[in-house]
């Protein structure tokens, strides 16, 4: 079934959706804007140029939103969509800004110049973009999350997190994760939530500070690395070995979760919780700015 | 640097060690740091490799760089459980090895992945291990190949990027390059340092991966 809507500038088109079925939702330039209803049906609204059709097409197991150009690439498309919250998404752009509330099920996000932005997702949570930041919060499962030249950030959200960017902070802020990857480049490395006794936190830099919350009665193997940097913690440590270069081991409690710790020209810091105040966002030295 | 127990962490964290022999190297690990930063090493790796495996290649550059680095014809078959199985000495390659696999889509061809054998390793048994840096020139011949055919690529293609995107990417390889020389120096000054080895292959890795990522983009456009 395909729902070609040409010529017209306005859309608002609804169409009806069972488990099983995913959307796709592709826009060269714009926005995307997804939110979620109590309805197993999908509502595509569109404001598009005249040069740029927006088709919807619907089969057994996808639905599809897509913009394509009459002549040459699609003009800006601003797309609202609202879908079922269990529906799994899978949104792409080029010069889109991508925005999900509500769902509780997968997503899929990327963008090249813009931000991506979503509140809730269950599963596996992907969330990419390569010139804007990327937030996410509310989510729970396997959360990726990445950006070149941008912040990254993950709140209140849970299970294993992956989040990485070259130019740009990661700030991992009321994270319940059992596994932490997260690291910068050029940007700060934040990390504020429980550290779970059989988890596994690599948090790494290479010019900019990392800062762990640590809070009283955590269980773990600390493992610092830097080469031109800091260690500062607010809290004593006892080292069980310092080895040659600035790398040097502790315990916290029983020792059982294990964190790593890498800045090789920044500072480490560890924090009790109420003193966190995440990636500092200082300037590294390097021009990010457009 | 190492001892008797190095060669079987891996062993320990494939779950392939039983009984008394784990009992003895669980004990042995709370009392030798070295071991536990190898260990972590280890599972940074094993964690950076497993997260690779859902994420499709930008694109089959594969016959290309297979020819560069001597990589088998591709084959095809059932997906195995993935084994990460390194000696001390391969782990400080294993960076650098996954980014070359990673950036010509090997992953999705090879499912199981092979010991890597990028770098020779040291004699097993008694007294020290020598630590080769990943700079070792075989695993440098098979990244700087890779690096080359992705940038060659991109230069390519980059007309068919947006201006800024390239200038995005360009500022980012940029930041990247001046991390490696500065991590390469650093390792020159301290070639034993598993931290600075490893912070070194990560950071090469990541140069591989944003390549890869603006080669996906010139696809896109193409």
């Given amino acids: ?290 | 640097m190492s001892d008797q127990w190095t060669d079987r962490l891996s062993a320990y964290l494939d779950g392939d060690l039983k009984g008394s022999e784990r009992a003895l190297l669980e004990a042995h690990l709370e009392r030798c740091e070295d071991c536990q930063e190898t260990l972590a090493s280890l599972r940074r790796v094993v964690m950076r490799a497993r997260s690779l495996e859902d994420r499709p290649p930008a694109a089959d550059l594969w016959a290309g760089v297979a020819e560069r680095i001597g990589a088998p014809a591709r084959t095809v078959g059932l997906p195995v459980r993935r084994r990460f199985t390194f000696s001390l000495p391969q782990l400080l390659a294993a960076g650098v090895a996954l980014a070359v696999l990673s950036a010509s889509g090997a992953w999705m061809l090879h499912p199981v992945v092979p010991t890597v054998t990028l770098v020779q390793p040291a004699p097993s048994g008694q007294g020290e291990v020598t630590v080769t840096p990943v700079a070792a020139p075989s695993a440098a011949r098979s990244y700087d190949a890779a690096v080359q055919d992705l940038e060659q690529v991109l230069a390519q293609g980059r007309g068919r990027l947006d201006t800024a995107t390239v200038r995005v990417l360009e500022q980012n390889l940029a930041l990247i390059d001046r991390a490696i020389a500065e991590a390469r120096r650093a390792v020159a000054a301290d070639s034993a340092n598993l931290y600075l080895n490893s912070h070194l292959a990560e950071t090469m890795r990541r140069k591989v991966d944003l390549l890869r990522q603006a080669v996906a983009l010139v696809a896109a456009e193409s």
């Fill in chain 1, 1 to 290: 079934m395909l729902l070609l809507l040409a010529l017209l500038q306005q859309i608002d088109s609804t169409v009806p959706v069972g488990r099983g079925q995913r959307l796709e939702v592709n826009a060269f330039a714009g926005e995307i804007a997804v939110s979620v209803w109590n309805r197993d049906a999908v509502r595509v609204e569109a404001d598009a140029g005249g040069s740029t059709r927006v088709e919807i097409d619907r089969n057994a197991t996808t639905v599809s939103v897509r913009t394509s150009g009459r002549r040459g690439p699609p003009s800006d498309v601003e797309l609202r969509i609202t879908a079922p919250a269990w529906m799994p998404l899978d949104l792409s752009g080029v010069n889109t800004e991508i925005t999900v509330e509500g769902t509780r099920a997968a997503i899929s996000a990327e963008t090249v110049q813009g931000d991506v932005s979503a509140n809730g997702g269950d599963g596996l949570v992907s969330l990419r973009s390569v010139q804007g930041s990327v937030s996410l919060t509310g989510a729970k499962g396997r959360l990726d999350l990445s950006s070149v030249n941008a912040d990254v950030e993950v709140s209140a959200s849970s299970g294993e997190v992956n989040a990485e960017t070259v130019n740009g902070d990661v700030t991992l802020d009321a994270v319940d994760a059992t596994s932490v990857t997260a690291t910068s480049l050029n940007g700060d490395v934040a990390y504020n939530g429980p550290i779970k006794s059989s988890g596994r936190y690599a948090l790494s830099t290479h010019n900019g500070d990392v800062t762990v919350t640590v809070a009283e009665g955590t269980s773990a193997s600390v493992a610092v690395s830097t080469f031109n940097g800091e260690f500062t913690s607010a809290f004593p440590v006892t080292l069980t070995e310092t080895r040659k270069g600035k790398r040097f081991n502790f315990t916290i409690g029983g020792g059982s979760a294990q964190v790593t710790l890498e800045s090789f020209q920044g500072t480490i810091e560890l924090v009790r919780p109420g003193q966190f105040q995440g990636a500092r966002g200082d300037d590294h030295g390097d021009d990010d700015e457009e």
